[in-house]
């Protein structure tokens, strides 16, 4: 009894001393036999942990456009989980100067075009304060924003800035009509659209919403290029195949994150940095990360015709997954998909990618694999994805091939 009453002093002791810092669970105050864990009282005991932070939505930054002064741009953003708080994120990441930022809004879209639901507009903050600077290279994320937002809903996140910050951090490959305010200032709060007369089928600096959402909650990045960014899918109708695993995944709340670059390269920069120099900001640092999946290489069989060393990918393959399992991150590997047809087409070009597929599937890189390759290949030339799947250019996916990609993912291997 007295051992137990010392710890109980201790225990009480150390929560008065603590005020404010995150109340001890049931399972760190229950560290000694029945008579402490009974002694310490039921509401520290009990406190629930703060609900975790979950990545909804992703778009990676993939190069820069001219700035916009003045203006005010709406993106609109399609969430796959919800949450009761959300902020965002938002990239100055290949800037040259300052990029000034004279105000941030979030809203839930209305109907259509940039009119906002009314009396969901809200104005982020950043550590208080309405306005920010982003440095040259940098990234920023908001103040929690009091928005509660359904799985998926459209987001308007419309960004003001008022001088020219030089080159403007964008995703080119959106497929998403957004809309511009040509003269911006005092617009970002519009919930009325009216003076978004211009559009873009671009998204302008945000790259990221997070939601607080439930314990157990937590997202998937697809991490790839144009067969993940979307190229060959429907405009406005988030048809990607990361889009259709967020719907497969809805019931679980995982979010799904597109982090696709068109063009980007496993090996070397091209289209944005290459997938080992921005595996960090693009995947393993995102909010609540489970699990991501490596759709990648393509490009470089591709684009370089020296990259024939099937090695190099395999040590890329192999440095990916071993940082994401530093950072408890489980990790998919995807198979390359054929393109016999295309104009990059070789035979030589052809066997390496089944030697590559070949490590993939049967290398022991991966946690789990998605053959994606024989989802959509036609059984009758293998080395070419079926007619159905085929939007023309014998390489990308239209609708129906990338609902048959989001359907090759095993959901137990992301568990």
Excluded: C
């Excluded at 309405?130 to 987001?155: C, K």
């Excluded at 699990?291 to 684009?303: A, H, S, T």
Aim: no cysteine; charged share 20%.
């Amino acid at each position: 009894m007295v051992k137990a009453g010392r710890v109980l002093a201790a225990a009480l002791l150390a929560l008065i001393g603590t005020t404010g810092a995150a109340p001890q669970t049931e399972a760190a105050t229950a560290t000694a036999p029945g008579a402490v864990r009974a002694a310490v009282p039921a509401a520290v005991r009990a406190a629930p942990a703060p609900a975790p932070w979950t990545g909804t939505w992703e778009a990676a930054p993939s190069g820069t456009a001219p700035a916009l002064p003045g203006a005010a741009v709406r993106n609109v953003v399609h969430l796959s989980v919800g949450g009761d708080l959300l902020r965002i994120r938002l990239s100055n990441r290949l800037g040259t100067g300052p990029l000034t930022l004279g105000a941030v809004t979030v809203a839930l879209r209305g109907a259509a075009g940039p009119d906002a639901v009314p009396g969901t507009m809200r104005k982020a903050t950043f550590g208080g304060a309405p306005t920010a600077a982003v440095p040259p290279g940098g990234d920023l994320v908001s103040d929690p924003v009091p928005l509660a937002v359904p799985a998926a809903a459209d987001l308007l996140v419309t960004v003001h800035t008022p001088t020219d910050s030089g080159p403007a951090t964008y995703h080119r490959t959106a497929l998403r009509t957004s809309y511009v305010a040509p003269r911006g200032a005092g617009r970002a709060a519009d919930e009325d659209g009216a003076a978004y007369t211009a559009t873009t089928s671009h998204w302008y600096y945000v790259t990221g919403v997070d939601v607080r959402a439930p314990r157990g909650a937590g997202s998937v990045v697809a991490f790839g290029d144009s067969l993940t960014d979307g190229t060959g899918s429907t405009h406005d109708a988030d048809r990607r195949w990361p889009d259709r695993l967020a719907e497969r995944l809805r019931p679980r709340r995982l979010g799904v994150l597109n982090a696709g670059i068109a063009g980007n390269r496993l090996l070397r920069d091209g289209t944005g940095p290459s997938a080992l120099s921005r595996l960090d900001a693009d995947a393993l640092s995102r909010s609540g990360v489970r699990v991501l999946i490596v759709f990648e290489g393509i490009n470089d069989i591709n684009g370089t015709p020296r990259a024939n060393d099937v090695a190099g990918f395999e040590a890329a393959y192999r440095t990916i997954v071993s940082r994401a399992h530093a950072h408890g991150i489980r990790v998919v590997g995807a198979t390359l998909t054929p393109y016999g047809g295309h104009r990059a087409f070789t035979a030589a070009r052809e066997d390496l990618r089944q030697r590559i597929n070949a490590v993939i599937r049967t290398g022991g890189v991966f946690d789990a694999v998605a053959d994606f390759d024989a989802a959509v290949r036609d059984p009758a030339r293998p080395q070419r994805i079926r007619p159905a799947y085929d939007p023309g250019d014998h390489l990308h996916f239209n609708d129906a091939g990338m609902r048959a990609l989001g359907d090759a993912i095993d959901l137990g291997a992301l568990r």
